[in-house]
């Protein structure tokens, strides 16, 4: 018989893994037990003794103990137990107050103090005070009544059994002993949970950091191999668009360089977005003309959007003419090319219209207000919240097409990094609307001299010695081969202590160096070759041309011993901006050498 109650008791433990429901649970079985134990006991004291009411009333209340017991032990919500078994300690008490002659209140004061433990450990601090009342008001009548007016109650007929009195006193200070004992172990093993808990937190949060780390590693290496074949596509490509081509070949190739160009994009966009969610984006505070940045970038777009047939509308208050503020333009026009691309992207037929105005502002600084706005597919209210937090949800496969590009999500942080938000107006098949202000404080210079090629002199790049170090053979030959077609002949090398080996052993005006090399790396070569200043050697120019991101123009350009960088695939445009600028510096050194 007691198997089968232990198996029914560890049941309903094993129904609830908390560790204070549990120890509830353990407190309310113990008080029950307890008590059909007692009332069991003291029935046999009564039948041993004089027959009378006491006797009647014991075997009632053991009953009552034996109903919470088959509560407790049934399919019945537990509380339900609780409820009944406080309330039969309740009644036990004011039939103690009621019928019993005593002259002290202990056995009263200890089911007083079982009922608050019991009430306030197993069902909460609002029934706890309810039981704890019902139970303290007779006893404080009693005492009140019987201590200081002096008024007997008329129904106390039956005397103390101090046999049964003794055994009472007894086991009611075990078991509040054991209520206390029981919940306070509790408390100590929750607290030791609790602190295993933390101790976990911390260990997923720096697991989470490493995760991080990791995934960050991880996009910059797939970024470094992604860029490394491309840089052969687009190099390949943009030789044989600047080459004598079949006329069947034109289309062909230029698909080709635009599907290389949107395959960099992408790879760019995502890089970004990583950075960008790690915090590693920093704004960089330089004058420049806020009208010319607006247009040039509005400028790329107007092909794009004739091909489409599209009507493109650029209108910039005239207030901003000859402006020059300080602030991130290279950020700005980010902005700028992921709102606009995206409007052309999503509209098929319409208009695409760019709108900036200068809308407040003072002696020292400025307000920008830009509007883009498309006659495009529109984006629905549950979408819109998506796009500065594009995990946010799951979006059904069917509504890919209707997903808004990464780089609404780019330009939204991108503002955020300016004290801005992304306001958007739009709904779905009706167009978009993107909305932001910039505040810009005002440059004391008010033009800006932007150097172009057609500026530059002619100057020859064939006079420039240069080497280009490159772990990768068509790298290689992309480079020389651009060059090539500029008159500049090249040497090679295949790691980094190549190069430091050949300049041991030549004077080279330019180095193009790629940073992650087998052998020695760029860094460490780049250092070696610039120290060569002590033995007598004149330091060569390095330029890093990189495809790795994680090395890009912020990590590279902090290195001391770079002096420039280039990411690849390079634009040879831009290649030859830096070799022109360059070939100035040397002519100038040498005159100035000569007049000397």
């Not at 090395?551 to 290195?559: Q, S």
Request: aromatic fraction near 10%; include cysteine; hydrophobic fraction near 45%.
């Amino acid at each position: 018989m007691t198997n089968y109650y232990i198996h029914f008791y560890r049941k309903i433990l094993a129904k609830d893994e908390g560790v204070l429901n549990r120890t509830r649970l353990r407190i309310l079985f113990a008080c029950i037990i307890t008590f059909m134990a007692l009332t069991a006991i003291l029935t046999v004291t009564y039948l041993m003794g004089t027959h009378n009411l006491l006797l009647y009333r014991i075997v009632l209340f053991f009953l009552l103990f034996s109903t919470a017991l088959y509560l407790f032990l049934s399919n019945k919500p537990w509380r339900f137990a609780a409820h009944f078994f406080l309330a039969s300690i309740t009644l036990l008490i004011w039939s103690n107050v009621l019928l019993v002659h005593q002259s002290l209140y202990v056995i009263n004061i200890q089911y007083c103090l079982l009922v608050i433990a019991a009430g306030y450990y197993i069902l909460g601090s609002r029934d706890g005070l309810r039981y704890s009342i019902a139970a303290i008001l007779p006893v404080l009548a009693d005492i009140t009544m019987n201590d200081f007016f002096k008024i007997a109650i008329p129904s106390r007929l039956i005397n103390v059994n101090y046999t049964a009195y003794g055994i009472t006193l007894s086991i009611n200070f075990l078991l509040i002993l054991y209520i206390h004992s029981l919940f306070f172990k509790s408390l100590t093993k929750f607290k030791k949970r609790e602190a295993l808990f933390i101790k976990s937190m911390e260990q997923a949060v720096i697991n989470s950091k490493e995760q991080a780390l990791a995934k960050t590693n991880f996009l910059n290496t797939m970024s470094h191999e992604i860029r490394t074949p491309l840089n052969s596509i687009v190099g390949m490509s943009n030789l044989l668009q600047g080459g004598n081509m079949l006329k069947e070949q034109e289309e062909d190739i230029r698909i080709l360089n635009f599907s290389a160009q949107n395959l960099m994009a992408t790879v760019n966009d995502i890089i970004d977005f990583n950075n960008l969610d790690n915090g590693k984006v920093l704004l960089h505070n330089q004058p420049f003309n806020l009208f010319k940045t607006v247009s040039n970038v509005c400028g790329t777009f107007k092909e794009e959007a004739a091909q489409k047939a599209l009507r493109f509308d650029c209108v910039i208050d005239e207030k901003l003419t000859g402006i020059v503020v300080n602030g991130d333009e290279l950020r700005l026009s980010q902005i700028l090319f992921h709102l606009i691309g995206n409007a052309l992207k999503f509209t098929v037929e319409g208009f695409v219209s760019v709108n900036v105005d200068n809308t407040s502002g003072d002696q020292q600084t400025i307000v920008v207000d830009f509007q883009i706005a498309d006659s495009g597919i529109g984006i629905s209210e549950a979408k819109q919240q998506q796009i500065l937090d594009p995990f946010k949800n799951k979006l059904p496969r069917t509504q890919r097409q209707y997903q808004t590009a990464l780089g609404l999500t780019i330009a939204g942080q991108l503002l955020n990094l300016h004290s801005s938000e992304l306001k958007i107006i739009s709904s779905e098949g009706n167009g978009s609307s993107f909305h932001f202000a910039i505040l810009y404080s005002l440059a004391k210079m008010q033009h800006i001299h932007i150097p172009t090629m057609a500026a530059l002199p002619n100057t020859r790049l064939s006079n420039l010695r240069v080497l280009c170090v490159d772990d990768e053979k068509l790298n290689l030959l992309v480079i020389k081969k651009t060059l090539a077609k500029w008159d500049v002949k090249t040497d090679e090398a295949v790691n980094g202590k190549l190069a430091v080996d050949m300049c041991m052993s030549k004077q080279y005006d330019v180095i193009l160096m790629d940073i992650n090399m087998p052998v020695m790396d760029g860094f460490e070569a780049s250092k070696i070759i610039k120290g060569m200043k002590k033995l007598g050697f004149n330091p060569p120019t390095i330029i890093a041309l990189t495809a790795s991101v994680g090395a890009a123009k912020e990590e590279v350009m902090k290195f001391s011993c770079i002096d420039d960088c280039v990411l690849k695939p390079f634009k040879p445009e831009e290649l030859k901006q830096k070799l022109h600028n360059l070939c100035l510096d040397y002519s100038g050194k040498h005159e100035r050498s000569q007049l000397g």
